[in-house]
């Protein structure tokens, strides 16, 4: 039996790249990428779990 692994960061991780990439500063998310997961599962340790809401309001300054 297969082990099937969800991993619910993929998409909003994924929307705010390409967002990144199309305004310009796709090597800024590179750099700041561990910042932005470890916000991200914070916010869903606090029981966030809107993928538009960890999209939008998930970037990292």
Known sequence: MAIAIIDV??????RIRRTCEMVGVAEKFNRTLPQLETYLEGEMTNGETSETRLTYDGSVS
Not at 9 to 14: F, H, R, S
């Open 9 to 14: 960061l993929l998409k909003p991780i994924a």
